[in-house]
């Protein structure tokens, strides 16, 4: 069973960075896709950017230009840079992994990791 361990929240300020990483284990093979999810209180859980196996980001407009995704196949493990973070982006941030649908199951969710943005 595949597990992702997400790690990197935590309190900043506005303007400042930080770096969120999920690891997958207990696969033999990199996610077809990866995405990372924030969800605030109150409201829906948004994707906030997605890359695929062979590395085409996509983000969502509130974030283009701040926030920047990559991957590591041969880690598997995806990040997200988060710079010039405003109180908005205050959430509790899910990495998502999809894998080749002969895998059952082949989507998954890590457990969240909280970022706060406050002064």
């Known amino acids: 069973q595949v597990q992702l361990v997400e790690s990197g929240g935590g309190l900043v300020q506005p303007g400042e960075s930080l770096r969120l990483s999920c690891a997958a284990s207990?696969?033999?093979?990199?996610?077809?896709?990866w995405g990372w999810y924030r969800q605030s209180r109150g409201q829906q859980r948004e994707l906030v950017a997605g890359?695929?196996?062979?590395?085409?980001?996509n983000y969502a407009d509130s974030v283009k230009g701040r926030f920047t995704i990559s991957r590591d196949n041969a880690k598997t493990t995806v990040y997200l840079q988060m710079n010039s973070l405003t109180q908005e982006d205050t959430a509790v941030y899910y990495c998502n992994a999809k894998y080749p649908t002969y895998y059952d199951p082949n989507d998954f969710w890590g457990q969240g990791t909280q970022v706060t943005v406050s002064s």
């Open positions: 890359i695929t196996r062979g590395g085409s980001p």
């Open positions: 207990g696969s033999p093979v990199a996610p077809n896709l």
